[in-house]
């Protein structure tokens, strides 16, 4: 099995449908399609009448379900991608590409502050909040991509195993990011499309949950700290 795909879902039938048609056929072709899921809604079987393969875990958090579906898979190129939609899966053969033609180690799919439509307000406000207190916190470390806290993201599974991730919840890129650069990783990125929510929810998880982002930071302090 050349590619693993990971979709870590929290109630999102509106939008796992198409996350999962998305992908290309050609890496279809070559790729297993796990659903890590702790949802009460249908996301799980709709994803399963998709052909994906659902592991429905008993605790919720981004980083324990990614830990487990890699766990269970046997890809050797781990893909992630959220399952609202707002990951264009036919963009993973960049991805690819770009982890091939630039030997990289983890390769992101990137958004900026352009690709954020006129008007979606609060997801413009958002960004500009990410721009002035995450952004130069990941300069400062030397990751200096777009977007370091892309969801949507490629690595190798040697690579996986040589980061050892211990993060249960969203921190768990911010985590790979801060051990990817202490080990001199090749880090790359691409350019994507901002894409609206399959549910038509704009509101940014920045305003619905700000502590999120004092989390991310404290959690950037400290791996880089410890892991000096």
């Known amino acids: 099995m050349k590619f693993s795909i990971i979709i870590a879902t929290l109630n999102e039938e ?7 048609n998305s992908i290309p056929k050609e890496i279809r072709s070559q790729a297993e399609i796990i659903v890590s899921d702790v949802s009460t809604d249908s996301t799980p079987q709709i994803a399963e009448k998709l052909r994906a393969r659902v592991i429905k875990m008993k605790e919720k958090g981004k980083g324990r379900q990614m830990r487990e579906a890699v766990k269970q898979s046997k890809g050797e190129i781990l893909i992630f991608m959220d399952g609202d ?18 030997n990289a180690n983890i390769a992101l799919a990137c958004r900026s502050g352009e690709d954020f439509k006129e008007d979606n307000k609060m997801a413009k406000r958002a960004y500009w909040l990410y721009a002035i207190f995450c952004l130069p916190l990941f300069w400062l470390i030397g990751m200096k991509v777009a977007d ?8 190798s599974r040697k690579d996986w195993d040589l980061l050892d991730l211990k993060s249960d919840y969203f921190e768990i890129e911010s985590e790979m990011n801060v051990k990817a650069i202490k080990k001199n990783f090749i880090i790359r990125e691409i350019h994507i499309p901002h894409m609206k929510r399959a549910d038509g929810i704009t509101e940014s998880k920045l305003f619905a949950d700000p502590v999120m982002w004092l989390k991310i930071v404290w959690t950037v302090l400290k791996f880089f700290k410890a892991e000096k």
């Not at 990951?87 to 770009?98: A, N, Q």
């Not at 370091?148 to 690595?155: Q, S």
């Open 148 to 155: 370091p806290l892309a969801g949507f993201r490629a690595i």
């Open 14 to 20: 509106a939008g796992i449908a198409k996350a999962i």
């Open 85 to 102: 939609a707002t990951d264009p899966g036919e963009y993973i053969p960049k991805l690819i590409k770009k982890m091939e033609e630039t």
